[in-house]
């Protein structure tokens, strides 16, 4: 037998008119489909019965915060998604591996490659070899030992991560690579959130979001959703935004597309959603350009300022900018600066949506802004976060029940990853009390992220890659230039739950470590164990598996971590690492003397819910920046000169896919069925480019006089802004070019890719 590729040709192609709401009777069914095919009726009642409820476990798609109150289905149709695909019962074991060698597999689809099931045991490919073969976890251990202690530098070692481990795993991990000397630890926020991160902490002195759920849903008058599609990527956001609209909150959406998840929401679990019209969600929608929200919110803040100026002490809250922020002056200084003729046509916008948005502004008393990665993968990401955060602090929205900052998280754990020293710059703080706990002395350069990791890969300076989950040969950017950077590194090793491409774009010699995941109950000497996680919004609980793993051979991701660091430093390393993988109340007892806000942590992670993790800005309005204030912080917005027949490409997320993780080849919402090589145009650009609805074209991405081709992309016709295009990632990720980056934060600029079109002729490809 050989491994198949599925019809992503677009044979199978259909098109249809996109929905206009959300979620209803169709989501559940989609939901069991799924569950029922890949777990069987007991498997499905055990794991969707547990998921987000206090006792249960955590969803591992996003990371959208669980009620206070929940119901007895509290998962979405994507959380359901998610657990199948884990839970399978199909699985992908030495057998399989026989029968496929890398090469054939290679010529498989993402999802095909994911749709096998479950990896069940740990796999060798030496160098040379055609096919991984199995190999016993020991001399797995062994050979990744040897190979991190034949370093000539640890800096030569790279430790990446992606945001489903727990608190536990990641804590573990960040520690060994310190203690093997290297801050080497990309992850996947680097790709993500780190525009938030690096705009938030200079902002207000923290790096995460200051809201509540109950923000939200209870107190919020206005609620402004910019570059994220939640029925989608975070579909119980929906619930809460129904019952933030049925008090009377309004909601202004900003986003180029009109998406159906922002548009009306049919909650399956209420007969109002099943029979009824559902919920309208957006009062406003603002159909922005791709790459115009820096010129929106510097316009709207000039209008703000302007309308206080005509009638003073009627619009800004003045007691709070005296009292606690700082470089107003010199932003109002900039603003007054800037052309509102040249930030409007930024903007793509009409004069009269942006007023309308400014007057639901100055109406609300407490205004929260959400934002996903429309707005941090763009070169001007840090920016755009910094003048939404302007717009906040100008009416005091921070700080006060149902004001702030939401930066909503991707993967389940992101967040807590970082603050368990995921992160290749670490505070000081954080590597002192690291030291001082396990007696050992951290590293203090800093270390890659992730496209400065690519690039030390392709420049010849890596020698071992390990992977904690994720996908890394098909997230990042610049396919090809990734892809030939990881093949050069002499050894890769990749802890995963599911077979995917980067067990097949390997090193010379490679590994693939079988772990288990979420749903999967974990056993170790000490008794049955829970590990913990941090939602988007600070919120810290425990999470247990409830079914019984496939494989006796899968390992915890903490099991694997200890067993690689033992045969690193040896069985009589002043870190107990064998304790800690018996025990993780153990590792939590570490956690709490290492990082803050952790105390007791034992004791009020077993509280049903968990707690809070203390936020200064949110809880009393102390922002621990360099001023010891709020830092107004704006810089004029650059316009895109993009020459003729040029177009700006977003790379967005179908409803059928987790990240690289493609569960089906629909997009339900957007009206495709049965295909994903698809690119969404405005119907008078696909005109004035000499095209129609239907035509197959290649995508090309201009870059620093550099060309990037992706081929075979079926035009549809849509309502996106002129100039604006969209399509799938990770197909298009081969458009991205690695050195095109988000000042500061360093993310791949996944939204903004200029691109132009050229007439697909088959024999090329
Ligand atoms: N089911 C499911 N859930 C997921 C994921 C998944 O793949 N599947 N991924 C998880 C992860 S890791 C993440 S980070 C999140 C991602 O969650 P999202 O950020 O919602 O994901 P994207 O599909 O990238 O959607 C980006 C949205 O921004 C809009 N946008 C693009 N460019 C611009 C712009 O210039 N301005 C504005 N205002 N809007 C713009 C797009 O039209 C789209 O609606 O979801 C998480 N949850
Ligand atoms: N063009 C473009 N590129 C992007 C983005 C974009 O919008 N556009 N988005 C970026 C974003 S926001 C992100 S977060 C990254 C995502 O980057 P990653 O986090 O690296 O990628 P995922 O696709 O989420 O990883 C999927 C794999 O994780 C493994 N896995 C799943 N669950 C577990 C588990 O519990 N444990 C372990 N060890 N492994 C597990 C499975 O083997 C699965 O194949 O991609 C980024 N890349
Ligand atoms: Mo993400």
């Known amino acids: 037998m050989t491994a198949k590729a599925d019809g992503e040709d677009g044979e199978d192609l259909t098109v249809s008119a996109p929905k206009t709401w959300a979620a209803g009777v169709p989501a559940v069914r989609a939901s069991m489909r799924y569950a029922l095919h890949e777990m069987g009726p007991v498997r499905t009642a055990r794991v969707l019965t547990a998921l987000n409820q206090k006792d249960g476990l955590d969803c591992p798609s996003c990371a959208w915060p669980d009620p206070d109150h929940r119901t007895h289905a509290e998962f979405c149709e994507n959380g359901a998604k998610a657990v199948s695909w884990e839970a399978t019962t199909k699985v992908v074991d030495a057998e399989f591996f026989r029968r496929h060698s890398v090469a054939d597999l290679e ?37 990744i030992g040897s190979a991190l202690q034949a370093l000539p530098d640890p800096n030569r070692a790279i430790f990446y991560t992606s945001g489903r481990a727990s608190n536990e795993a990641a804590f573990l991990y960040q520690l060994m690579a310190r203690r093997l000397g290297t ?22 002195g923290i790096g995460k979001g200051t809201v509540t759920l109950d923000d939200l849903t209870d107190h919020s008058e206005l609620i402004v959703i910019v570059g994220q599609n939640p029925g989608t990527n975070h579909p119980r956001m929906l619930t809460a935004l129904a019952k933030a609209k049925k008090r009377g909150a309004r909601i202004v959406s900003v986003n180029p597309l009109t998406e159906a998840g922002l548009n009306r929401f049919k909650n399956p679990q209420r007969a109002s959603g099943v029979i ?103 070169r001007n990401g840090v920016a755009i ?105 002499p050894f890769t090793a990749q802890v995963s739950t599911k077979l995917n491409r980067s067990h097949l ?42 079914v019984n793993p496939v494989s006796a051979e899968q390992r915890s991701e903490v099991a694997i971590i200890c067993g690689i660091a033992e045969a690193t430093f040896g069985p009589t390393d002043t870190i107990p690492w064998a304790d800690l993988r018996e025990d993780y109340s153990l590792i939590r007892d570490r956690i709490a003397r290492v990082v803050p806000g952790f105390d007791d942590f034992n004791a009020r992670v077993a509280e049903p819910g968990g707690f809070h993790l203390p936020n200064g800005p949110r809880d ?55 295909g994903r090589m698809v690119v969404f145009l405005n119907s008078q650009d696909v005109a004035d480019l000499g095209f129609t609805d239907g035509d197959l074209v290649d995508l090309i991405s201009v870059h620093a006089g550099e060309e990037r081709r992706a081929a075979g992309f079926r035009i549809v016709e849509y309502g996106t802004p002129r100039g604006s295009a969209a399509a799938y990632y990770p197909e298009t990720n081969v458009l991205v070019p690695l050195d095109s980056v988000a000042a500061e934060s360093n993310t791949p600029t996944s939204k903004s890719i200029v691109i132009r079109l050229e007439p697909h002729h088959p024999s090329e490809t």
């Open 183 to 204: 801050n080497n630890l990309p992850d996947c926020s680097n790709m993500c959130h780190e525009s938030s991160g690096v705009a938030l902490s200079r902002s207000i």
């Open 505 to 546: 774009v390997h090193g010379r010699e490679a590994l693939i470590l079988p772990c288990l995941g979420r749903t999967d109950r974990d056993e170790r000497a000490s008794g049955p164990q829970g590990v913990t996680v941090e939602d988007s919004m600070g919120v810290v609980h425990l999470s247990r598996g409830r």
């Open 620 to 674: 009393e309005r102390r922002f621990d920046t360099a001023t010891g204030r709020a830092n107004f912080r704006t810089s004029p917005p650059q316009a895109w000169d993009l020459p003729a027949g040029h177009l700006l490409m977003q790379t967005l997320r179908s409803h059928d896919q987790f990240n690289t993780t493609i569960y089906g080849l629909d997009d339900r919402y957007r009206g495709i069925h049965g």
């Open 107 to 143: 010529s498989s689809s993402d999802h095909w490659l994911e749709a096998q099931g479950r990896l069940t045991e740990p796999m060798h490919l030496a160098a040379g070899d055609t096919h991984y073969r199995p190999v016993a976890w020991a001399e797995a251990f062994r050979l």
């Open 385 to 489: 976060i910094e003048e939404m955060t302007n717009y906040l602090l100008l009416r005091g929205n921070i700080g006060r029940p149902g004001a702030g900052v939401c930066p909503v998280r991707g993967h389940s754990n992101v967040q807590g990853d970082r603050t368990m020293g995921i992160f290749e710059r670490m505070p000081e703080t954080f590597l002192a009390a690291l030291d001082d706990e396990f007696e050992i002395t951290s590293p203090r350069a800093h270390g890659y992220d992730t496209v400065d990791a690519i690039r030390a890969m392709r420049d010849g300076h890596c020698d071992v890659f390990i992977g904690l989950g994720g996908n890394f040969a098909q997230a990042t950017p610049d396919t090809a230039v990734t892809h030939r950077a990881l093949r050069s590194i």
């Open 276 to 378: 009824g019209r559902g919920t309208k969600l957006s009062d406003l929608h603002l159909p922005i350009s791709v790459g115009g929200d820096q010129a929106l919110f510097a316009l709207v803040n000039q209008q703000l300022v302007a309308r206080e100026a005509a009638a003073p002490g009627t619009v800004l809250d003045l007691d709070f900018l005296a009292t606690h922020t700082a470089g107003l002056e010199e932003a109002q200084r900039t603003w007054a600066e800037l052309d509102p003729r040249d930030l409007l046509a930024q903007t793509g916008l009409s004069a009269d949506v942006v007023t309308a948005f400014v007057d639901e502004t100055v109406r609300a008393k407490s205004i929260t802004v959400c934002w996903a990665m429309g707005i941090t993968q763009h």
